[in-house]
């Protein structure tokens, strides 16, 4: 069923208003024009402006055209923006030049962007950036990009990385994307794949509430049986059980993300007897 030019209206006005500093990443620039010329019609946009335009602006270059001629339009377009007009009041119309930010170095990525990339496009970014590999990162841009990508890293002799049945093959076969970085004769290796969204928390509704605490009865806050004293759980902790430590849950490889090290910390041992 065809929607009419009201409804259509209406969705994109409800898009502007909901438009947040990591959505906008989504948007391309002939998005922008729509929701903006429509949305400008509702008189609480056209109020509070200056909010959603500073938000356009974490994503986007914005230039404002002082001269609405073709060849200045030409010339902005041969840089790769979009330009396009607005009225932002009953006053003359706004020319305004746009283009998505483009994502070239680490320090362009953010918290807001890091989710709205690709694998394979933030490999390529590591890889334009750096030569020193995944220690030669600063700590606040590791966390924006373990923030959004599931990493492992590891380094090996170059003859040794594609070992048939080694971490390298599982971690393609899993989905990830690697980075190689050469080193010498030996080479490491950055594997990325996007995490999941994670889930939002449903909210309770305050009636909801009120029941579950009228029919909470008082020996729901007795202490259950169940709950270890804390001085046990120190003992247990002062005395772990050696049979609990298996090859499957000890791992000496640094692995940031889901990996597999067991395999790669054989391969290293029979390197070393080699």
Do not use: C
Not at 245 to 262: A, K, Q, R, W
């Amino acid at each position: 069923m065809a929607r009419t030019k009201q409804q259509t209206d209406d969705t994109i006005v409800s898009s502007l208003k909901t438009l947040t500093k990591s959505s906008v990443w989504d948007v391309q620039e002939n998005d922008v024009f729509r929701m903006l010329e429509s949305g400008l019609k509702d008189a609480d946009i056209r109020e509070n402006v200056r909010h959603y335009v500073d938000i356009i602006r974490n994503a986007f270059e914005i230039v404002e055209v002082k001269e609405d001629t073709a060849p200045v339009k030409k010339a902005y377009e041969k840089k790769g923006y979009k330009v396009g007009s607005l009225k932002f009041d009953d006053q003359k119309k706004t020319i305004w030049a746009l283009k998505k930010k483009p994502i070239l170095r680490v320090t362009d990525l953010s918290y807001e962007n890091i989710r709205h990339i690709s694998a394979a496009k933030l490999l390529e970014v590591l890889e334009r950036n750096f030569g020193g590999g995944w220690d030669s990162l600063s700590q606040s841009i590791q966390d924006i990009i373990v923030s959004g990508f599931d990493i492992s890293t590891t380094t090996l002799p170059k003859d040794r990385l594609h070992k048939k049945g080694g971490m390298y093959e599982k971690k393609v076969d899993d989905g990830f994307e690697v980075l190689e970085i050469p080193k010498g004769n030996w080479v490491e290796a950055i594997f990325a794949k996007l995490k999941p969204e994670p889930e939002k928390p449903k909210k309770k509704d305050a009636d909801d509430e009120d029941i579950d605490n009228e029919d909470m009865d008082d020996e729901d806050f007795e202490v259950q049986d169940d709950y270890k004293n804390h001085d046990e759980e120190e003992q247990e902790l002062d005395d772990p059980d050696d049979d609990l430590i298996t090859e499957d849950n000890y791992s000496t490889m640094m692995d940031l993300g889901s990996g597999d090290p067991d395999d790669e910390a054989a391969e290293l041992i029979d390197f070393a007897d080699e």
